[in-house]
């Protein structure tokens, strides 16, 4: 019972963190391409963006890291190659979600609008690793 | 006298943290080296090292991402970044690097 119950925390810690870093992705491109004279939206909404970041996104991805390790303890499942690679996938997603926070903060509203914008291979990258996670915690492969 | 602005709270909070993340990993791994091997190979009591490898390993994966977040808000470049790598891998080099982030925030503000 306490199984379906960690589970159940875990999946939600995950769907805020993978919600989180797909936002931080999206605000980055509305920064990217924002015209000169939406300084002051641009401000509110990174104020915004990064509110979310701190309060929800990253003790999300706190409680996903710390439920998922509890639920690998309790199946044993560490010695699994599936979830070896999974480790990976979420060790890479988790330095992308550090890497946009990262360059959320450097810029401000004033900043270059194009050197706000994530490169093409980070949205390429983070959606792989969901796309990853997502099949390996499913199927088990292995 | 002014009141310190939400961009210098937030970067003094951004200094705190990598200097946290810095000083936890240095500590946990001389934990684990010091205590927790000295107890499995002379003592033959591996329960440090069953308990600390684990810890010292999520603080070191949290001290990675510390550093990546850092690196990529430019608060370090890229080799500040390998001397904090470098220092997270040799006993005691994180709590030298700690207090070299210490100066350097302090140099900045």
């Known amino acids: 019972m306490i199984y379906l119950w960690l589970k159940a925390a875990h999946v939600a810690s995950v769907l805020l963190f993978v919600g989180g870093t797909l936002a931080l992705l999206l605000a980055g491109a509305a920064l990217g391409t924002r015209q000169p004279g939406d300084a002051e939206q641009a401000q509110s909404l990174r104020a915004m963006v990064r509110w979310w970041d701190a309060r929800i996104t990253a003790p999300a991805m706190i409680a996903a890291w710390a439920l998922g390790i509890w639920l690998a303890m309790s199946g044993d499942w560490f010695s699994n190659s599936w979830l070896q690679v999974k480790l990976l996938l979420v060790i890479l997603l988790s330095g992308l979600h550090g890497m946009l926070s990262g360059r959320l903060r450097r810029f401000d509203a004033l900043a270059s609008p194009a050197a706000a914008k994530p490169p093409m291979i980070v949205s390429f990258l983070t959606l792989g690793c969901v796309l990853g996670i997502s099949i390996l915690a499913v199927v088990k492969p292995g | ?109």
């Open chain 2, 1 to 109: 006298m002014t009141e310190p602005s939400r961009a210098d709270s937030w970067t003094s909070e951004c200094w705190g943290r990598l200097r946290f993340a810095v000083a936890l990993e240095g500590f946990t791994l001389i934990t684990l080296v010091l205590v927790g091997s000295t107890l499995k190979h002379f003592a033959d009591i591996p329960i440090a090292v069953q308990i600390m490898g684990p810890v010292h390993g999520l603080a070191f994966l949290f001290f990675l991402y510390v550093l990546v977040e850092a690196i990529s808000a430019r608060m370090i470049g890229g080799w500040a970044g390998l001397r904090l790598l470098i220092g997270a891998m040799i006993p005691f080099g994180g709590f030298v690097n700690e207090r070299w982030l210490a100066r350097k925030a302090k140099a900045i503000r």
